[in-house]
């Protein structure tokens, strides 16, 4: 169609990315261009079948993203804090001057920065939206500092402003809040036995051990399908809105008993010390992870005293989405409790 719009999708095979990318593809009025590292991978092969205009640029290449941005009308862009470490950590790279994660926070950063001064010179862009998430040095009134993957994001946010102020007007930030399938996929969120790894306990229980308290209201989504029914309702909306996005609005106790009632399992938290050593995270990121989870139950995951945030509710028109035990119901509990 001669007058589809265009959608430009950053980590189109990701989490957040893959998201919009099948949300845009529902609708004709829009035609969706996937970005990714490697067209040649099979999930990109994939969304090509589908009718995905798949692209390939790096977002450490200012002038591969021009290129993957041109003609666009709307551009979504996530980065990947957590992959950047990943493999600066198998790099063995020298933490003596610098945490590893600070690294991955800046690099991170960087890579914003691209994908923004990129899309800046798009002449016929109409919305651009960034996900991100609060600045907890700074909502936190410099309590908490080495929450580095919410930090950095939040001076990307800035940047636009700062850099690009024609390009802030056609803004709006997404945050995502926490992913549901961390506590189903990650090693160090999943339930678990401390005596064999990840499983259910001898009796029964499957016990989500973790260092944050429980009973404090967070944000809960499942980005691989909750993203891009968020990105629409922005991307279709007036900008400028600031958004802590979730399907639903609870207490972690709430969501391990929507995990229970899915899986038909007796499951509860377990508060641990976190003084202690944990097995699965270096102590640069225990101490940024102990520091998030601080922040979250004081300051807020959004930072509450931020008044530019908005909830889904005050959307023009919020997404339907499921509730967690939906999402819950449908995974295989036996690759969990055996994994």
Known sequence: MADQKLIVVLGATGNQGSSVVNTFLKDTAWRVRGITRNPSSAKAKALSARGVEVV??????????????????????????????????????DTSEKPLNLL???????????AIDAA??????????LSTLSNVTKWSREKYTHV??????????????????????????FQAGLFLNTYVESPNFIPQKASTNISQNADGIAHFITTMAAD?????????????????????EKPGKNLIAYREWATLREMVKAFQNAS?????????????????????LKLEIDEGFLYFEEFGYEGRDDPTVVHPSQLENPPK???????????????????
Do not use: C
Not at 79 to 88: E, H, M, V
Not at 121 to 128: A, C, I, K, N, Y
Not at 220 to 234: M, N, Q, R, S
């Open 321 to 339: 989405l499921d509730t967690m035990e939906q999402y819950f119901r449908k995974l295989d509990f036996s690759r969990i409790f055996s994994a």
């Open 264 to 284: 038909e399992t007796k499951s509860e938290v377990v508060v641990a010390p976190r003084d202690e050593p944990n097995e699965f995270l270096p102590p640069d």
């Open 56 to 93: 390939q640029a790096d977002m450490d290449d200012v002038s591969s993203l021009s290129v993957a941005f041109r003609d666009a009308n709307a551009v979504f862009v996530v980065s990947d804090f957590w992959g950047i470490y990943g493999a600066l950590a198998q790099q063995n790279k």
């Open 120 to 129: 800046s010179q798009v002449p016929g862009l109409e919305r651009f939206v």
């Open 104 to 114: 991955a926070g800046e690099i991170e950063l960087q890579q914003l920065k691209n």
């Open 148 to 173: 580095y993957h919410f930090d950095l994001k939040a001076r990307a946010s800035a940047y636009v402003e700062e850099a690009h102020p024609e390009q802030w007007a056609k803004t709006s930030l």
């Open 216 to 236: 404090f209201k967070l944000p809960w989504i499942a980005a691989e399908e909750d993203t891009g029914p968020f990105v629409k309702a922005l991307v279709q």
